[in-house]
């Protein structure tokens, strides 16, 4: 390699960028619809009324209403526990499993699909290789990591 | 990387991943048709937005930094699949990357979220490098056999 090998703490370091995409969707797309889901839960309201619930339920999916909560949970407080490095391969996986579904969405919507890929792969990319030293998952359970 | 075997093996793979799956997406969607429009521009003077993108923003050099990102975006990504020269390739491909994201945010375009996304890819091939599965271990691992 030109630059040299990587030194461990250089390859942790990568794992703690890797895992900033977790804050990133966080604070660009999961805290809105999770104050959303909040408002609404606040409100008495039916979920399965919420709009994005009536995209999920136009899809075909079953259970909109538990489909919403999983979409809004997938890109706050998991996204928020990839950030930590917290459960980060199960919750980078449950991710990844969100993020091929607004793939699949976008296509049959004509929609952008390139955000929900690349979000894809930065979180099916974080499921394989563990969240590294830099992480909450570190602390708790040195030897695995 | 990791002490167990099976772990390793699954950073690796993880690596594989976002190497192949940043290089080729990029040159595919991106890089193969600025590689196209730079040719055209060079060949028939045929205009091409990008260096009009780069002249509004007030980029020096404009032409020659839309030939960079278009080489950037086409072949150096193409090399970072490969794993071939990967840290430097990520290097040029995380300062391209950088600067696309603050220039899609002072222009308002919504592409920044996609540059950012990429930005983060190659800094974090960068910094681990290529893992196993690419030809610059392959080649490490043969320098070490025949020294």
Redesign the interface.
Known sequence: ???G??S?T??D???L??R??GL?LLL?FGWQKLFRLVQLIYAGESLSSAGLALLIRDAGIPAPALGYVYVTLSESILALLIALGLFTRLSAACAALRMAGAFYFSLRVGEEP??A???L??F???????PGRFSLDHLRRPA?? | ??SRPS?ER??N???L??RI??GL?LAL?FGLPKLSAAAAYLHTGQPWPFVDFNRKLGIPAPVLIAYYQSLNESLVALVVACGY????AA?SLAIGFAAATLCSLKVGEPSW??A???C??F????????GRFSI?HLL?SRSKQNP
């Open positions: 390699m030109a630059l090998g990587p461990r250089s390859v370091t990568g794992l960028i890797l900033s995409s990133f660009t390139l955000r890929a690349l979000y792969l930065l099916g990319a974080l499921a394989l290789t563990g695995a990591i | 990387m990791n772990a699954l950073t793979s993880g690596l991943l976002l799956g940043s997406s969607l020269y990967t840290r430097v290097l979220l996609a950012a996304c990429y983060l890819m800094a974090t091939i960068l910094l681990t490098g290529p610059d490490k």
